[in-house]
Each structure stands twice: as structure tokens, then as C-alpha cells.
T-cell receptor, first 113, second 114 residues
């Protein structure tokens, strides 16, 4: 089955700096890659996703890049703010009926004011 | 539109007790999932249901059973709870469509087994 690895496990940045979280996947058939933000005591919430027919997607301060050849994808957060502090998860899936999501182990991001 | 709801929010059990975690979604999604989340291990799939009437094992199904009661509801049962099942449990749902399979999560159930 699919194996998703996520790095780093913890990340601290100064407010205003950028943060980058990287994930690799093993199954070249995976074609859907969502990113989730989980705040303390809450369930994961989708913040951005990308499908394999594009290489980059941006939504305000958040962007995701995908390199299908190397089988890795990354989350980029610019101009970080204290409210960006949370745990971030990447995931991979083959978009088709009955297929499951495979998650990375999470990155705990701390933005220092 | 409440999205994905889970009950209860918190539960404490003694070893050997049984309980059922409830999950419901109002987004008319076909697929529903149960995950457990433990420190440093991310989200691990327990069971999932691709459609009403079907269920499949995930990565860590031992000690659990599930029921897809109808399209809206997917329950997780612990028949004889063990301390190793202390965890946070999340239910999720998604539409089964190649371009609309975003997964949505509930708020979680925090279970402690003594």
C-alpha cells in the first residue's frame, strides 16, 4: 500500500517568516494530495489540496507544490502569524471509489511572536 | 449544515467494558471513515465504508467493529475495551468522485480506557 512520509515533525519560525513542510509518497498511482490543519482539541480541517494534473496551487498565504516525478509535495506558508500555530498533516489518495487516504505523521508548527 | 458530528466528545471506560461511538454526516457523502490518532503516529485508519452496506478494514481494525447503519451514520464499537485503545477517534466522510473526494472530519471523541 501507499506510504507517506512527512518532515519535519516539529518546526518553529518567527512571525512573518515562511514555513515549509515536505511529504513524500510511494505509490505513483496516487493523484490527490490534501493538507490538513489541526488545532488543539479539534478535528483536522482541509486547508488546501492539489491534484496530479497541476504542479502548484495557491490560496492567499498558503501554497502547495507537487513533483510527480520525484513523488513529493510540499506546503508553503508565507508571512506566518501566531494563529498558524497548529499540527499540519499531509495525505495521499488514489481518486477512485473505495480507495482510502494515507496520512503523514504530522508537523507541529509553532510561530513565535 | 452541521457537517460531521460525533458523540460522545469524551468517554472513560474500564477495561473490558463495551461502547459504541456514533458518527453522522449531513453532506450526502457515500464514503465514511473511522481513524484513531495517537501521539507521534498521525491518523491511522481503523475501518472505512465506501458506500452504504459495505465496510472494509483499514490499518488497525483489531478490537473494533463497525456498522454502516444508513448513508448518514457510521458507528464504531469496542466490544471489550483495552488500555491500548485509549486514543482520540475521528470520523470522516467524503464524496466518491474523482474530483470531489475531499475528506471532512468530525470534532473527535477522546476515549480513555483504565
Amino acid at each position: 500500500g501507499e506510504n507517506v512520509e512527512q518532515h519535519p515533525s516539529t518546526l518553529s519560525v518567527q512571525e512573518g517568516d515562511s514555513a515549509v513542510i515536505k511529504c513524500t509518497y510511494s505509490d505513483s498511482a496516487s493523484n490527490y494530495f490534501p493538507w490538513y490543519k489541526q488545532e488543539l482539541g479539534k478535528g483536522p480541517q482541509l486547508i488546501i489540496d492539489i491534484r496530479s494534473n497541476v504542479g502548484e496551487k495557491k490560496d492567499q498565504r498558503i501554497a502547495v507544490t507537487l513533483n510527480k516525478t520525484a513523488k513529493h509535495f510540499s506546503l508553503h506558508i508565507t508571512e506566518t502569524q501566531p494563529e498558524d500555530s497548529a499540527v499540519y498533516f499531509c495525505a495521499a489518495k488514489i481518486s477512485n471509489t473505495g480507495n482510502q487516504f494515507y496520512f503523514g505523521t504530522g508537523t507541529s508548527l509553532t510561530v513565535i511572536p | 449544515n452541521a457537517g460531521v458530528t460525533q458523540t460522545p466528545k469524551f468517554q472513560v471506560l474500564k477495561t473490558g467494558q463495551s461502547m459504541t461511538l456514533q458518527c453522522a454526516q449531513d453532506m450526502n457523502h457515500n464514503s465514511m471513515y473511522w481513524y484513531r490518532q495517537d501521539p507521534g503516529m498521525g491518523l491511522r485508519l481503523i475501518y472505512y465504508s465506501a458506500s452504504e452496506g459495505t465496510t472494509d478494514k483499514g490499518e488497525v481494525p483489531n478490537g473494533y467493529n463497525v456498522s454502516r447503519l444508513n448513508k448518514r451514520e457510521f458507528s464504531l464499537r469496542l466490544e471489550s475495551a483495552a488500555p491500548s485503545q485509549t486514543s482520540v477517534y475521528f470520523c470522516a466522510s467524503s464524496e466518491e468522485h474523482p474530483s470531489r473526494d475531499t475528506q471532512y472530519f468530525g470534532p473527535g471523541t477522546r476515549l480513555t480506557v483504565l
